[in-house]
Each structure stands twice: as C-alpha cells, then as structure tokens.
C-alpha cells in the first residue's frame, strides 16, 4: 500500500493502522523527519517527495512498486487548506492549494492506474466537505477538492469496464472518495489561519483513519466523516436553493466544520 501526506495527521495515522494490521505500507511526505520506518516506525520504506513538483507522483508511485512489486490500495492523503475571502487570496496560494490537493492525486492517481488495474486494488482520494458543499472562506480549497469528486465518479465509470476482464467485478478497481469534517491534525496551524469555530470541535484523528481502513475492508465509494454531515451533502444536492438559504443564516449551515 501506499499512502501519501503519511509524514502527519490523518495519513501518518491511517498508515500506522493499516501496518498494525499487517499491511506493508509505504509512505511518502516532503519532511523525512515525519516518515519512520521500521523497526522504529509502522513504514516499510520512505518516499520523501514534494508532490507539487511536476513528475514527483510518477516517481512516488515507481519506487513504492520498486519496494512492494505492485500495489492494492493508494490512499492519496497529502494536501494543505488555506482559509480567508476569496477576493484577498494571493493568487500563487490559489496554484498552491490546485497543485497539492487536486494536481498531485491527479498524477498519482495517473500513474498509479495500471498497478491498481493489475491488483484490482483500490484507489483512495481523501477530499473534504468542502469538495462536496460550498463553504465560505474556503472556495480555492473547496474548488480542489471538488475536483477529486469528478476523477473518482469519472474512474469509476472508466475502469468499471476497463478492470481485469477475467475478474469478478469485486476485483476490478474501486475508488473511494473520503470527505472528512474538521479533524484535529497539524493542518490547521499549518494554513493561513487557525481553527476558529467554537463548534463543531475537530474529530479525533483516529475516528477518520478508522473509517478509511474500514472504507479500505469494505471497498466502500463514497464516505462522508462524520456521518451526519452527509445530510448536509444531500440538502446540497437535492435542495441547493435551500442549502443555500441554511448556509447563510449565521448560526447553521455556515459553521460547518471544514478542512
Ligand atoms: N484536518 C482536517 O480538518 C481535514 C478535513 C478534511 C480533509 N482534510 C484533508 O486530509 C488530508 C490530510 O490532512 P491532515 O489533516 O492530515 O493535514 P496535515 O497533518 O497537515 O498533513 C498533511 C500531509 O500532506 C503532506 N503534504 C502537504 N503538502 C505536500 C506537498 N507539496 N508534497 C508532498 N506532501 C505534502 C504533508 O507532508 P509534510 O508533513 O512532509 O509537509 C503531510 O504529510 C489533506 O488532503 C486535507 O485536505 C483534512
């Protein structure tokens, strides 16, 4: 398996559960700091790598098939937020969010396809609630995100005919997009701002990491954390002009916790 972002939150935790479990993953980041191998850490190897530079997906993906021999499940984790007004967001943080959280998993998930189309593996796309409904403040981050949306629903339909042709369709490749709430991880001192909202508090990182290995075991699609905020995502969807009025009533829907 490998994860990339495992260097911190949510993919360092969903590698040492996925590792505790027997699983040999390997993990990339750009802080080799963050990646411990064993005996001392839960990675097999290390990948550091900036997945913003062009061609570091490809070379990711190369040396995680150089130290496994193929790959089953690619969780593409590494991503960063930036929280503010649109119209005062400097335009190379507007690149940097595309870069990192919709142009890096493109390329992984690019170059990572013929693997998981050998294993029938899994691709899994960690998005954001903001992908799936607009949230103020954070409209670049949400546009990326939004973006993982359109390469999960398109793979699906690609590969559900293109997958190992001798195979059941249980083995042909599935592709998960996880769309978490705000999570207690270093993301938030890592962006622009802090966390703000006084409610909901961030989940505990392991709840998100449970719920991915578990979307990992089921070969689950679609997974919204914590469950109730799928209400929201189908308010959205069926009754966007109501979303809209809830989103902008100052104590409801725009307090949505975001990430
Ligand atoms: N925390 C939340 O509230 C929340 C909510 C919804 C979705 N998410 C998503 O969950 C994913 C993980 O976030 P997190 O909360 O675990 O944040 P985090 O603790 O800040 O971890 C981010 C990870 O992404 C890696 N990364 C960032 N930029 C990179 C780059 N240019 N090249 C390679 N790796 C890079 C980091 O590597 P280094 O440490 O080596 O820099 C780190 O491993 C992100 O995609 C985020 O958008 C987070």
């Known amino acids: 398996m490998l994860v990339t972002g495992a260097s911190s939150g949510i993919g360092a935790a969903v590698s040492v559960l996925l590792a505790s479990r027997g699983c040999r993953v390997v993990g990339s980041g750009r802080r080799a700091e963050g990646l411990t191998v064993a005996p001392d850490g839960s990675l097999e190897a290390a990948v550091v790598a900036d997945l913003t530079e ?19 499940v690619v969780v593409s984790c590494a991503g960063a937020g930036w929280e503010g007004a649109f119209t005062t967001m400097p335009p190379a943080e507007i690149d940097n ?19 998981l189309l050998a294993s029938g593996g899994q691709l899994v796309l960690v998005g954001s609630i903001a992908g799936l409904v607009g949230v103020p403040k954070e ?65 505990p990182v392991t709840k998100v990491a449970r719920r991915i290995v578990r979307a990992i075991d089921r070969r689950q699609e679609d997974v919204v954390v914590p469950a109730w905020l799928g209400l929201a995502v189908r308010l959205n969807g069926g009754l966007p002009g109501l979303y809209r009025a809830l989103a902008t009533f100052p104590w409801h829907i725009q307090r949505l916790p975001s990430g």
Do not use: C
């Open 54 to 72: 062009p061609g570091s997906a490809a070379g990711v993906v190369e040396k995680a098939v150089a130290t496994l021999g193929g790959l089953d």
């Open 97 to 115: 969010l595309l870069d990192i959280n919709l142009r890096a998993p493109l390329h992984l998930a690019h170059a990572a396809a013929p693997h």
């Open 139 to 203: 409209v670049a981050y949400g546009t990326a995100k939004a973006g993982l949306r359109g390469l999960a629903d398109g793979l699906r339909i690609e590969w559900s005919s293109q997958g190992n042709p001798s195979a059941s369709s249980s083995a042909r490749p599935t592709v998960t997009l996880v769309s978490p709430g705000a999570v207690a991880t270093p993301f938030f001192s890592r962006r622009n701002r802090p966390y703000s909202h006084s409610w909901p508090h961030p989940m």
